[in-house]
Nanobody, 111 residues
Framework: QVQLVESGGGLVQPGGSLRLSCAASGSFFSIAVMGWYRQAPGMQRELVAGITIGGNTNYADSVKGRFTISRDKDKRTVYLQMNNLKPEDTAVYYC?????WGQGTQVTVSS
């Protein structure tokens, strides 16, 4: 069983930055893939970024060049650095580790 605790969401102006964190705990040996999804009101949940235990990453086209995903040395914490945020980035962001989901954290980009 894996528990995920997210933090770092909030309200930011367009062009601003936020850093999301997600810490995994529980009885597991390792998690091959961790990542972030988001869901805006009335929209389907979409993949934002993912990272393997080996450090390979992938990003949605809409966030390439603005968002950076990384994992801590212990491989149990994943981060999402979000720069140059746009109003269309507004959504609930969910951390994913294997088949486990976090509770979500709200990101609102508005002036």
């Amino acid at each position: 069983q894996v528990q995920l605790v997210e933090s770092g969401g909030g309200l930011v102006q367009p062009g601003g930055s936020l850093r999301l964190s997600c810490a995994a705990s529980g009885s597991f040996f390792s998690i091959a893939v961790m990542g972030w999804y988001r869901q805006a009101p009335g929209m389907q949940r979409e993949l934002v970024a993912g990272i393997t235990i080996g450090g390979n990453t992938n990003y949605a086209d809409s966030v390439k060049g603005r968002f950076t995903i990384s994992r801590d040395k212990d491989k149990r914490t994943v981060y999402l650095q979000m720069n140059n945020l746009k109003p269309e980035d507004t959504a609930v962001y969910y951390c994913v580790a294997g088949n486990n989901w976090g509770q979500g954290t709200q990101v609102t980009v508005s002036s």
